[in-house]
DNA sequence: CAATTCATGTAATAACATTACGTGATGTAT
DNA sequence: ATACATCACGTAATGTTATTACATGAATTG
């Protein structure tokens, strides 16, 4: 099991991202949480940054957002790369694994001699529900 | 072919993408282009925008930086999603295609009645020269 | 010749992220 | 127990990336 050990800074964060229906900024996740006692942008950093590291979190680079991990009993991070899909419209983020895509940018990446550390997979567009 | 008629602006860009080795911020390119007149972002970033829409420049996102597109001969966007390979050492930045991995992705959608408008492939790492 | 469109220029501001410095709590080795 | 290292936290300042608002001149079109 993961039962990482987190701050009070780290629990506050990761409830509100928990919480949201959509992907949030680090300032706006700053604004929910000023009434906690957060002043500066720094301190959710710094517990994005832990979380992050635990897996407990991820960064979307397309939206500059963050969402709390959506397979958290699996311990997300170990079974390979994840992908996203962000609806557009509505905000709503999927987080899929898909071993045939993993496999394949593996297969890439061995036949370059490349080393790689971390893949981002994002799909933006429409969801279902947004796009009847 | 493709052949689009670039502004000033768009050619003095794009001549900087396709001049550097690895990719560049707006301010980057900005700061190169001083001697040229360039004196605020904006004129950067219209050039870019325009340059994207052609499919001349690809962004990338965990960068925040532009690059110029290493396949203009076949059009690149028009084959599908584009995947980069991108060294943390060197900055050296590898584009390619993917049809298995596209297509994957398209099935995951398709089921999902997710409707993609665009998708960002960025594996971070490092390349071979710099892994050995 | 209007009227519209489009590339451009400039200034100001907004949004996102990091550096630098300091404090108190906790843990560990001598 | 004292010295040392580590870590979470707080605050201020700054750095980096991107957009909004407003104005001008050139090209296009009816
Ligand atoms: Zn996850
Ligand atoms: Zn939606
Ligand atoms: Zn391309
Ligand atoms: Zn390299």
Redesign the pocket.
Known sequence: MSAVNL????TLVLDVLTKSEAPL????ILDKLRDH?F?????V???LE?LLEFGLVHRLESL?SFVACAHREHSCCSHGTVAFAICESCGQVSEFHDHVVDDQLNAWTRGKGFKPSKTTIEIRGLCAACNS
């Open positions: 701050t009070k800074n780290q900024s680090a300032y706006t006692g002043r500066a942008p720094l301190q950093y710094r517990a832990k500059n």
